[in-house]
């Protein structure tokens, strides 16, 4: 996956909040968006990303849908849900990562306030792309709150 210097050095400064509980997923999106030239903060709960939106502001956050079941309610929809209800002045993309493929899932993430839906397996390139789309685009689901 070529990125050029110029990209990553626009990219500087620019963090994606990743949201994954998968240890060898999230190491793997990392190290793309890392590549690309961009910031990457890992949590492996919502309720963890809810409280790092407290402290950084993302261009987009990415984010599995099967998070730990321990959390109950607390899967990426519910994660994405309380995103947009809680800052509602967050204008970062969300992007769904899963492996779940189906119309009725992706009409449950645009329901939530996601963007766009990436299936796995991933792609590096594919997946940066997408970020790039979704950054180049602003969100596609715009929401008057």
């Known amino acids: 996956m070529q990125v050029s210097d110029e990209d990553k050095k626009r990219r500087q400064g620019k963090t994606i909040l990743l949201v994954d509980d998968d240890p060898t997923v999230a190491d793997f999106v990392k190290l ?6 961009f910031n990457v903060v890992v ?3 919502g309720q963890e990303a809810l409280a790092t939106l407290t402290r950084i ?11 730990d079941p321990r959390e109950r309610d607390w899967d990426g929809y519910e994660t ?4 947009r209800e809680n800052y509602r002045d967050l204008d970062a993309p969300v992007i769904f990562v899963t492996v779940r493929k189906t119309q009725a899932d992706v009409k449950r993430a645009v329901q939530v306030g996601g963007d766009y839906f990436v299936t796995k397996p991933l792609r590096a390139d594919k997946l940066l792309e997408r970020v790039v789309h979704a950054l180049g685009r602003g969100k596609l689901n715009r929401r008057n709150h």
Do not use: E, F, K, Y
Request: charged share 10%.
């Open 32 to 37: 793309i968006l890392q590549h690309a030239g």
């Open 43 to 45: 949590v492996p709960t």
């Open 57 to 67: 502001t993302p261009v987009a956050i990415l984010m599995d849908v099967n998070l």
């Open 80 to 83: 994405c849900s309380r995103i």
